[in-house]
Each structure stands twice: as C-alpha cells, then as structure tokens.
C-alpha cells in the first residue's frame, strides 16, 4: 500500500514538474504557422487520467498558480483576466481574475478524470478520447466563458475585436487543434495504462 502511494507521488511530482516547465518556457505553446497551440493541459489530463481526479484537479490548481503567476509578474495587455494585481489603460483585474486563472484550470483536472473512471468501466473504447476531448474543452470554455462574464467589454476594447469574433478566428481555430492534441495524448496514455497499475 505504501509502494502504491509512493509510486502516485513520484508520478505527480513528475507531471507537476513537467506542468511548470511548461508553463514558464516556449516550450508549452507549440507554434505552426499561425496556430499557437497551448500544452500545458497535456499534464493535466494525464495526471487525472493515470492517478484519478483528485490528483488532476490538484495539478489543475498548479496550472491555475502558474497562469496567475505569469500574468502578474510577465504581463500581456490581457492579463488582467487572469490577475487582479495588474492594470493596463485603464483596465484592472479583479477578484474575479482568479476565479477565472483556477476554476477552470482545477474543473479541467477533475473533469477529464471523472469522466475517464466512469467510461472505463463499461465503455473503455471512449474512455480516453472523451476524457481528452472533455478536458480540453472544460479548460477553454472555462476560461473564454468567464472573460465574457466578467471582462467582455475591457477585453474586446484592448484586443480592438468582439469576443465572438475572436472565436470565430484564431482562438476558435487554436481551441480545435488543442483539442485535438488533447485527444491523440489521452489515446497514447490509456493504451499505456491498460498494461499498468500503479
């Protein structure tokens, strides 16, 4: 049982590892051409997926911190949806800032997780592609759901563009190709973990 346990943690500390080398290097945004495709979900989703929910939705928080970390010590013009300790013309985060950098980030985690358990049992086949699919898009509905709650006007008047618009172009295109990484990983990690336990 102590093995077990031990095991989980080295595991988790890898992929916490893992996360923040991500989220502090270029090495978490795949760039093709026009499309900036974010990795740092990639963790997550293993994480929930090899270790179980509650494991993902922690390393779903540290991809919250990191988030939130960045956005107020290495600030974009949009950084106020992810922190409420940076203003830019004008515009300054606020509580709900966090709301947005963690909640997301930690439903990811559990999400992907949760739905991978339930599906494995009698529906192994989907398992991994819906818990791919699902963790992706709990993160970026999540995120683009509370800047159109809480900062849509600021948004749109610092990108100079509507949110909806935005979807329709790069963010909806970057959205669909991380989805897809998300799935082809989660496919890639199941076909692992039906040969082991931990």
């Known amino acids: 049982m102590r093995n077990k346990k031990t095991k ?19 090495l978490g945004f795949l760039r093709i051409g026009f499309l900036s495709i974010t990795m740092l979900h990639i963790p997550v ?3 929930a997926m090899a270790l179980g929910k509650r494991y993902g939705a922690a390393l779903g928080f540290v991809m919250g911190f990191c988030s939130f970390y960045n956005a107020t010590f290495s600030p974009t013009i949009t950084s106020f949806c992810f922190t409420p300790f940076f203003s830019m013309g004008g515009v300054q985060g606020s509580w709900t800032s966090l709301l947005i950098a963690f909640i997301p980030r930690i439903a990811l985690g559990y999400g992907s997780g949760w739905i991978y358990e339930k599906l494995t049992v009698k529906h192994e086949a989907i398992a991994p592609v819906a818990s791919g ?3 992706a898009l709990i993160n970026t ?58």
């Open 45 to 47: 989703i293993v994480c």
């Open 133 to 135: 699919l699902s963790g």
């Open 8 to 26: 989980k943690m080295v595991l988790f500390s890898m992929l916490l590892a893992i996360e923040v080398v991500l989220s502090f290097t270029p």
């Open 141 to 198: 509905v999540g995120v683009l759901g509370g800047i159109w709650i809480f900062f849509k006007e600021p948004y749109e008047a610092v990108l100079g563009n509507t949110i909806v618009a935005l979807l329709m172009t790069t963010v909806g295109v970057n959205s669909i190709a991380e989805i897809i990484v998300g799935v082809i990983v989660a496919m890639a990690v199941h076909a692992v973990l039906k040969h082991k336990t931990l």
